[in-house]
């Protein structure tokens, strides 16, 4: 089975400065997603960005990178010019990919809670 | 607005009692999943239904269990609730078959057992 973990229960970044957000995981598929879903206050699940594992270039929207070390199996988000409506759990998940078979859901990391210090 | 309708927002029951969740997913998708997130076990994934079959089970407790119609809604119905049942149960659709589509959430149901 795989595992998501997000080794920081909390971070907290000044507005307009750079914060990255960690997760590591685990598994022995070779093809694979991996997502950053945010949560604010309202309990919404927002998709962030998502990374396809065969894809070496790594995703970008707008503010929002990640680092994708798949040898290392690590997955990190970069938030640029961090804004206070990015205060919110962020959540690190993996998906096999459905093209094997898989079928099954999303598995999360436990979040890491993001404040914005204004 | 994800397009995903979750009904209710909020239950409160009591220990040992049945209730139903339902979900109307996106329109045209034809995966639904269903999520529990509790403070004790974080986000779970619970099942997964496509067209009206069930394509996938995660940590689903026995005492649970899912549908969906063919207008392709989805019910989730939890019985003899326990203290620990007590949850956010979220549902998320996308469009389903062999492709990597995204999942969007449902604003969740807040369940509490007293």
């Known amino acids: 089975a795989q595992t998501v973990t997000q080794s920081q229960p909390e971070m907290s970044v000044q507005e307009a400065e750079t914060v990255t957000l960690s997760c590591t995981y685990d598994t022995s598929e070779s093809d694979y997603y991996l997502f950053w879903y945010k949560q604010p206050p309202s309990r919404q699940m927002i998709l962030v960005i998502r990374q396809e594992a065969y894809k070496q270039q790594n995703a970008t929207e707008n503010r929002f990178s990640v680092n994708f070390q798949k040898a290392a199996k690590s997955f990190s988000l970069k938030i640029s010019d961090s804004q206070l409506g990015d205060a919110a759990m962020y959540f690190c998940?993996?998906?096999?990919?459905?093209w094997g078979g898989g079928a099954d859901g999303l598995t999360f990391g436990k979040g890491t809670h993001l404040i914005i210090q204004p | 607005d994800s397009g995903v309708t979750q009904t209710p927002k909020h239950l409160i029951t009591a220990t040992g009692q049945r209730v139903t969740l339902r979900c109307s997913p996106r329109s045209g998708d034809l995966s639904v999943y269903w999520y529990q997130q509790s403070l004790d076990q974080g986000l779970q994934f619970l099942i997964h239904y496509y067209n009206g079959e069930e394509r996938a089970k995660g940590n689903i407790l026995e005492r649970f269990s899912a549908q969906q119609f063919p207008d392709l809604h989805s019910e989730l119905n939890l019985s003899s609730l326990e203290l620990g049942d007590s949850a956010l149960y979220f549902c998320a659709s996308s469009a389903g078959g062999a492709s990597p589509n995204e999942q969007f959430f449902g604003p969740g149901t807040r369940l509490t057992v007293l």
């Open positions: 998940a993996y998906r096999s990919s459905p």
